[in-house]
């Protein structure tokens, strides 16, 4: 048998070879595809859009990508495996080592390791590039992908019946990388509190953490230059809202403005997200990040705006020793000690911080803040003068000066006295 023979396994085997690189390269640049460039690609062309499609349904495409390479990864060495053993038996056996060594050696760098290599240096093009024929080749597999399903459902029932799928991170996973990760004791303490703020998030709700709406500047369009004269926002935001009502719809981060023209700002606005009053901190946070917004804007029951949580004021939270909105937005500690048993309490001070400062019991309530405690517990607005007893402790209503910022002389019961 001569090598003229072989021409055509040759041809066959380098096309089966091409399509390993293709599925190869594939998967390593669409699940290297980082937020942002997946966010960039969306806005794009319809190449690039049928690429973030794609990773729409990453099982389904994931599977395809699979399949197809291990089909023509099998394909691939059944022909040299038929090559390796006709040659063996015309007797070259010098020949057939070669062609085996060569095909091995041959599938593992342009196969696998080449494609992949380029593929993760510039994965946005080559998402972009490959998403058409490989769009192709996914739908080309749906009507099989019930069977998988039935039979990765059926080895779990069948072979795993008591398997659980164990959490992807735990608290104590991370206390422990927390506390193995250095020697330094004051670094160690810095990553704890953290640690801590991080988990907290999970309880935080939003109302608790927001700005609220009396504390806003809202400008309506079109938005002019000389319209900030009168007081830069304290937020750091200038807010946009609709020309027929007072409901945010955008929001300009003020800080990354370089240069700002005198006419016409709301042109730089960015688009927010609306989240829930109830909803946690965390899932705030982690619908601004999927979205990749800066201003997530906080709606009650009846869809109307309350406050806006900016993803700085959650950061503050995370990176804060002890973070506090009353100092973030009055300047002023949330609670002072004005003389023995007596303490002066911001309203917009949260009462989680309150029983954890002084370490009591969480009464039942449906408020989040001091200002709300009071105005349950009176049912109506406080006036100053009023006093009123929520938990162990008596309140007195010093100042209203605005809404919002009321401030509370407190002193504890008798029974809870330090």
Known sequence: MTWISFVPWLAVMGALMAASAFFSASEAALFYLSRPER????????????????????DRLLTAVLFWNLVANLTYFTLSSIATLQLQRSGNATAAGSVALGALLGIIFFGELLPKTLAVQQPAVVAALLAVPLSAAVRLLDPLLPVFRLANLLSRRLLW??????PYLRTSD????VRLSTSDASLLQQEQWVLENIVSLS???????????????TFRPPVALADLRG???????LLVVEPESEEVIGAIALHTLTTAPEQHLERYAEPVVYVPW???????????????????????????????????DILDTI??????RSERLLRRLPIRLVRPGVWQVTGMTS?????RHFNVAMPQSKSVTVSGAVQEALERLPQPGDTCRWGPFHLCVLDVPERGQLLVELTLGEEESP
Not at 231 to 237: A, C, I, N
Not at 290 to 304: C, I, M, P, S, T
Not at 319 to 324: D, E, I, K, R, Y
């Open 39 to 58: 966010l960039r690609l969306a806005r794009g062309n319809r190449r690039q859009r049928l690429a973030v499609a794609l990773l729409a349904d990453s």
């Open 161 to 166: 019946p008591r398997f659980q799928a164990e």
């Open 174 to 177: 991370l206390e422990r990388a």
């Open 203 to 217: 309880e935080i709700r939003a109302d608790e953490l927001m700005r609220p709406r009396v504390q806003l500047r």
């Open 231 to 237: 007081g830069w926002p304290q937020s750091g935001y």
């Open 278 to 312: 109830c909803t946690t901190v965390a899932r705030a946070l982690e619908t601004l990040r999927r979205q990749n917004r800066r201003v997530a804007v906080v709606v009650n029951e009846f869809g109307e705006t309350i406050g806006i949580l900016p993803v700085d």
């Open 319 to 324: 990176f804060s020793h002890a973070p506090s």
């Open 351 to 355: 009462l989680r911080r309150l029983v």
